[in-house]
């Protein structure tokens, strides 16, 4: 299984601020990073998929990079509706692994 | 706009089968280009893929399941099932269902059903 960790797994922030987040992959998988938002008590939700492509109707504040093992989600301008905990996870490969979560609170 | 919908007991005794049902509305599990998984989220909120069924009725399970899981699907009534036998306590969590297309996310999922394993 590739393994794929988050960092940090919390980070508080305030409205209008730059957020980043980290995924490192055990292992290189190419392109092949989604990143989800997930709000409490909803399912996750796709924001950004094949590393850098953003979804459709997701704001464009929202950003990712990355290739091999290394990922970023970034979120410029942080609205109050991102508040939210997101996760990445890995389709290059079966079974398919998520990372263990980053929690953005407000500050 | 396709919707999934995941339905099935929210209790589930030590050892028994823990079996639930994702129907989906909008468009057809039977065409191809989708993978429809299944996904659990534990109470910690970690996420762990179970494995998914292909329109052609192919499956993948995660090994780490040991055989525990069988996903099915009946296109008759447009439902993707999911079983999971000999359940503990370390199988409570949210269960989803999650559709998984070309671009190699998962998109949309269910709104998701807590299954509590407890006696």
């Known amino acids: 299984d590739i393994q794929m960790t988050q960092s940090p797994s919390s980070l508080s922030a305030s409205v209008g601020d730059r957020v980043t987040i980290t995924c490192r992959a055990g292992q290189s998988i190419s392109r092949y990073l989604n990143w989800y938002q997930q709000k409490p008590g909803k399912a996750p939700k796709v924001v950004v998929y094949s590393a850098s492509s953003l979804q459709s109707g997701v704001p464009s504040r929202f950003s990712g990079s990355g290739s091999g093992t290394d990922f970023t989600l970034t979120i410029t301008n942080l609205q109050p509706e991102d508040f939210a905990t997101y996760y990445c996870q890995q389709s290059y490969s079966l079974p398919r692994t998520f990372g263990q979560g980053t929690k953005v609170e407000i500050k | 706009q396709v919707q999934l919908q995941e339905s099935g007991p929210g209790l589930v005794k030590p050892s028994q089968t823990l079996s639930l049902t994702c129907t989906v509305s909008?468009?057809?599990?039977?065409?191809?280009?989708?993978?429809w998984s299944w996904i659990r989220q534990y109470p910690g909120k970690g996420l762990e893929w179970l494995g998914y069924?292909?329109?052609?009725?192919?499956?993948y399970y995660n090994p780490s399941l040991e055989g525990r899981v069988t996903i099915s699907m009946d296109t008759s009534k447009n439902q993707i099932s999911l079983k999971l036998t000999s359940v503990t306590a370390a199988d409570t969590a949210v269960y989803y269902c999650a559709r998984e297309s070309a671009s190699n996310c998962f998109d949309p999922w269910g709104q998701g059903t807590l299954v509590t394993v407890s006696s």
């Open positions: 909008g468009g057809s599990i039977n065409i191809g280009a989708y993978w």
């Open positions: 069924i292909y329109y052609s009725g192919s499956t």
